[in-house]
C-alpha cells in the first residue's frame, strides 16, 4: 500500500489538478490512498475538497500547523508501507506509483526512490527537464514510511527548508536512489513559497546551524 500525502494552504487554484492527478495513477486503486491535509486554508479549498470526500481521505486542520507539521500528522494517519509527497500546486504523472512502488517492492536494499521532473508553468507546459539528483526537491519521493518515523520526521520548527533538513538527517542514515524518468511536474509560479526570500534566508541560517559539525 502507498499513501499520497498532499499538504495545501491557499491553493484552490490547484488542489484538483493535484488530486485528478492521483486518482488517474496507472497502479491499481486498491494499492494506494490519497491523505490531504488542508491546513486552515481561508480560500475555497474546503468546498472543493468536499466534492473528493468518497476518494480522499482529508483532514481539516483547526488551526495554521504549517507544511512540516502538517505532514507529520498526515504520516501518522497513513496506512500504507511507502509513502509520496506531493504539493498541492504540482502534479504527477500517470506512472509515477507504479514504477516507485515496483523499485521499492523488488529492490529491498532501497531505502526510498525519487523521479526526475518537469518544470512546468501556470498551464502545464514544460519548461525544462530537472534531474532531481542535480537539484534535488521534497516531493515526487517514496519512502519507505518506517524510515521516515526513524530518522524522526520532519522538524516542526522549520517553516521553510523543512524538506532539506529531512533530507540531510535521511541521508545520514539510509539512501534515495534516482530513476531518470521525469515522473513529477513542478509548478512555478508567483506563489511558491521557495521565492519568498526572507523566509528561506532566515531558516537557511538555522539550516546551517543545526547541522553544523
Do not use: W
Not at 521532473?117 to 515526487?140: F, M, Q, S, T, W
Amino acid at each position: 500500500m502507498v499513501s499520497i500525502i498532499i499538504t495545501a494552504y491557499n491553493y484552490e487554484k490547484y488542489i484538483e489538478r493535484a488530486i485528478r492527478s492521483c486518482l488517474d495513477q496507472s497502479l491499481s486503486e486498491n494499492q494506494y490512498e490519497i491523505i490531504v491535509v488542508n491546513d486552515c486554508s481561508t480560500d475555497n479549498t474546503s468546498k472543493i475538497l468536499e466534492n473528493y470526500q468518497e476518494q480522499v481521505r482529508v483532514f481539516n486542520m483547526e488551526q495554521n500547523v504549517g507544511l512540516a507539521a502538517a505532514r507529520n500528522f498526515a504520516l501518522k494517519k497513513a496506512l500504507g508501507q511507502f509513502v509520496v509527497f506531493l504539493d498541492a500546486d504540482d502534479y504527477i504523472q500517470r506512472d509515477l506509483l507504479l514504477i516507485e512502488k515496483t523499485f521499492l517492492s523488488e529492490n529491498n536494499a532501497l531505502d526510498a526512490v525519487s523521479v526526475d521532473y518537469y518544470l512546468v508553468d501556470e498551464r502545464g507546459n514544460h519548461l525544462e527537464h530537472v534531474n532531481c539528483e542535480e537539484k534535488p526537491i521534497a516531493c515526487g519521493i517514496m519512502f519507505r514510511k518506517d524510515l521516515l518515523f526513524d530518522v524522526g520526521l520532519y522538524d516542526e520548527g522549520f517553516r521553510a527548508r523543512e524538506e532539506e533538513d529531512l533530507r540531510i538527517r535521511f541521508l545520514k542514515k539510509h539512501s534515495i536512489y534516482n530513476i531518470i524518468l521525469p515522473l513529477y511536474r513542478y509548478r512555478m509560479h508567483d506563489h511558491n513559497l521557495t521565492k519568498n526570500e526572507g523566509e528561506m534566508k532566515k531558516y537557511k541560517k538555522r539550516l546551517d546551524d543545526k547541522h553544523a559539525e
